[in-house]
C-alpha cells in the first residue's frame, strides 16, 4: 500500500483535492459569466451550471482520490449531493439579496460561500459520505 492510500493521509488529500475543487468551482462561474454575454445578465443561470458542474467534478475527485470507497454509489452521491444541495439552497437565497441589494458583486458573494463550504465538507463527508461500512 502507497503511503498516500494509508487513512492517515485522507486528510492531506482531501485538502489537495479540496484545491482542485475550489480552482474548478471558481473558475467555472466566472468563465461562464464572462465566456457567455447572455449569462452574466442571467448570473443566477450561470451558478446553477456551474454548481452542476462542480457538484460531479468535487464527487469524482472525493471518490477517487480522497476516500477511495467501493461502496454503493447511488447513497453516496446522494449524501454527497444532499450535503451541496443544502448549501446551494442558502448559496440561492442569499446571492440575489447580497447582488441586488447589497451592491456586492455576484462573484466576491461567492468566494464567501466556497470558504464557508470547505470546513463543513470535510466532517460531512468522513463521517456521512464515505463513511467506512460498519462491520
Known sequence: MS?????S???????IAGAANTAFGLAIYP?????IPELHTHYLLALA???GLSLCFAFATYKLGVFRTRGNLAREFGAFSGFYLFN???????LPALVEWGGISPLIAQLGFTAALIAG?????SRVTFREPRR
Open 31 to 35: 468563465a461562464l459569466l464572462l465566456g
Open 3 to 7: 503511503t498516500l492510500a494509508m487513512p
Open 9 to 15: 493521509r485522507r486528510p492531506l488529500r482531501f485538502l
Open 121 to 125: 465538507s470535510w466532517f460531512w463527508h
Open 88 to 94: 446551494y439552497a442558502a448559496n440561492w437565497a442569499a
Open 49 to 51: 451550471i456551474a454548481q
